[in-house]
T-cell receptor
Framework: KQEVTQIPAALSVPEGENLVLNCSFT??????LQWFRQDPGKGLTSLLL?????REQTSGRLNASLDKSSGRSTLYIAASQPGDSATYLC?????????FGTGTSLTVIP | DAGITQSPRHKVTETGTPVTLRCHQT?????MYWYRQDPGHGLRLIHY???????DKGEVSDGYSVSRSKTEDFLLTLESATSSQTSVYFC????????????FGQGTRLTVV
């Protein structure tokens, strides 16, 4: 069974700092990997989708990389802002399912 | 935002009563999913549908049933609610399955007392 781990579970940084969130998975036979953002009491918002054949995707200040062979993905957030404060979740797809990590709770301090 | 509406958004019910949650989409996506989110467990798949009247179980399907009679609607039923089913339930859609981007609803907070 696919296991997805996100480290750290929580992160607090000052505004303007660049930061990296980590996601690891146990089975490399995935279709793709998706990063989501979740605000308190809200649903999940899709940030980036990386297909298994791709190495990275970029959207604005966000850059996600994927290394299937090592079972790792990173989400890089440049020049962090207080509005980036949220929980970030990664999910990998295998078979007919999305498998989620438990998330990294990010706080950006003004 | 993807057109996904979950109803109700909040519900409190008593142990042993049946409960139905509704997910409605306006995107005409083929795949629909029901997840539950619990502290320490992340999101876990309950059931999913790959077309009208086509459904399959996820990893935590015991005590739940689903139905999909129209492309736009996916219903999750708790036949006899238990306290362990207190959770936040999310509906998700994707166009052609797990190889395409998933979009989520706002969630339903269910409390079983």
């Amino acid at each position: 069974k696919q296991e997805v781990t996100q480290i750290p579970a929580a992160l607090s940084v000052p505004e303007g700092e660049n930061l990296v969130l980590n996601c690891s998975f146990t089975d490399s036979a995935i279709y793709n990997l998706q990063w989501f953002r979740q605000d308190p009491g809200k649903g999940l918002t899709s940030l980036l989708l990386i297909q298994s054949s791709q190495r990275e995707q970029t959207s604005g200040r966000l850059n996600a990389s994927l290394d299937k062979s090592s079972g790792r993905s990173t989400l890089y957030i440049a020049a962090s802002q207080p509005g980036d404060s949220a929980t970030y979740l990664c999910a990998v797809t295998e078979g007919n399912q999305f498998y989620f990590g438990t998330g990294t709770s990010l706080t950006v301090i003004p | 935002d993807a057109g996904i509406t979950q109803s109700p958004r909040h519900k409190v019910t008593e142990t042993g009563t049946p409960v139905t949650l509704r997910c409605h989409q306006t995107e005409n996506h083929r795949y629909m999913y029901w997840y539950r989110q619990d502290p320490g467990h992340g999101l876990r798949l309950i059931h999913y549908s790959y077309g009208v009247k086509d459904t399959d179980k996820g990893e935590v399907s015991d005590g739940y049933s689903v139905s999909r009679s129209k492309t736009e609607d996916f219903l999750l039923t708790l036949e006899s609610a238990t306290s362990s089913q207190t959770s936040v339930y999310f509906c998700a859609i994707s166009e052609t399955g797990v190889n395409t981007e998933a979009f989520f609803g706002q969630g339903t907070r269910l409390t079983v007392v």
